[in-house]
């Protein structure tokens, strides 16, 4: 009786280690008889496991249409791994202390080899429910024909063939889902290495065909990229849904500072306007460039527009920026442009120089009328006038020449964009 007793307990504890361990369960009493029937009709099986291999995997191929693919790609593979778990299953039947955790490290790898193959865990765990019923209808079969007077005792050991075959599916559908988030986890940081590589500009030629495929773009197609910062951002979903129009194909990279997105342009022009800027979003907007392998150009170009945006928000497209885009490209020559054309004005007492700044920017952003720029500055025209005629004389430029005009709207630039 005793022996029956431990019998019995033992077949339902979890594994030894700590991840998997449960505590010992208080059990009832069953008759020594009932388990000396399940030893014998255990070990009659055990002998003959090819044969009840050979069910079990006829049973899987009739019964469950996801294996089918694991038996036509891998017929012996997949037998095998049957033949192992049901060698463990009715082993641990019969000596559960010496044979549990090597059944449970047997279920365990099926369980992740499974979920890293992509066979569906529904598909897996009515595997392992067919192989629990298929060891139980073989050991009412066995002892039917072997002591049919006996096969009321395996009423009583019921529970723990069934308890052993939850233990071991709710063990599979643990490991299934582990290596199911690992897989994800590493699959999403591979897509965020190539995808920082390719907006770094650091992908080698043979990793862009890789990219594309991760990424789900075509190699060969027209890209923009897009760079966006500001204290809203909201996240990848947020963004691209309160910036871009909702038939726009994008991938986003989230950054610490900036998040881009790389748009897949298409056949066509991009529309105006390209993004729709939240409150307190800025975006800068690079060109269009032709293959994936260019969007490390198009992020640098996107970065720059970047960082021509207003610090309140608002939206660059570098095409409509190129003289400043010019000036970024080259911040020394910039500064050295601005110092050498604007010099004078810029070592005049700061109120002086600021009111003659001032003026001549609203003047060129009025094409040139006095009038208007009178107007935005709260000034008369001829106010305006004679200021400008001072930085005539100061600078040596004539707004009159289209070289000298060239010269000071670039300068300005410069002084607007570099200034600290």
Known sequence: MHHAVRSRVELGHGPPSAAL???????SLIDADAVRVLHRSA???????????????????????????????????????????????????IDPRSTRDAALRCSWKIGASRAEQGLPLDALLHAFR????LIWQALVEETSRTAPEDVRLLVHVAADVWNFVDEHCTLVADVYRRTERQQAWRQEHRVRLLTAALLDGTSRIAD???????????????????????????????????????????????????????????????????????????IGVGPVVAGLAAVGDARRLADMALSMCPDG?????????????????????????????LGPLLRLEPSDRDILLDTLEAWLECDGSAQRAGARLYCHRNTVLNRLKRCEQLTGRSLARPADMVE?????????????
């Open 313 to 341: 928000g608002g939206t660059v497209r570098l095409t409509e920026r190129l003289p400043a885009a010019m000036v970024m490209s080259c911040p020394e020559l910039g500064g050295t442009l601005a110092e050498e054309v």
């Open 208 to 282: 862009v065909a890789a990219t594309a495929e991760a990424l789900d773009l075509p190699e060969q197609a027209r890209y923009a990229v897009i760079a966006v910062a500001g204290t809203h951002r909201g996240g990848r979903a947020t963004v691209s849904a309160d910036v871009l129009p909702a038939d726009v194909r994008v991938h986003w990279h989230a950054g610490v500072d900036v998040d881009h997105g790389i748009l897949l342009v298409g056949d066509g022009e991009l529309s105006e306007p390209v993004v729709r800027p939240a409150a307190g979003v800025r």
């Open 408 to 420: 000071l709207s670039l300068a300005l630039t410069a002084r607007r964009l570099l200034r600290g």
């Open 21 to 27: 361990s449960r505590p010992p369960r208080v059990r």
């Open 43 to 93: 070990r009659i099986l055990l002998n003959n496991l090819p044969e009840l291999t050979d069910r079990l995997v006829a049973a899987l191929r009739e019964r469950e249409p996801a294996y089918r693919t694991a038996l036509d790609s891998d017929p012996t593979g997949t037998w095998q791994e049957v033949h192992r778990s049901l060698r463990h299953s009715v082993g641990s039947l």
């Open 130 to 133: 067919l192989g629990g019923s």
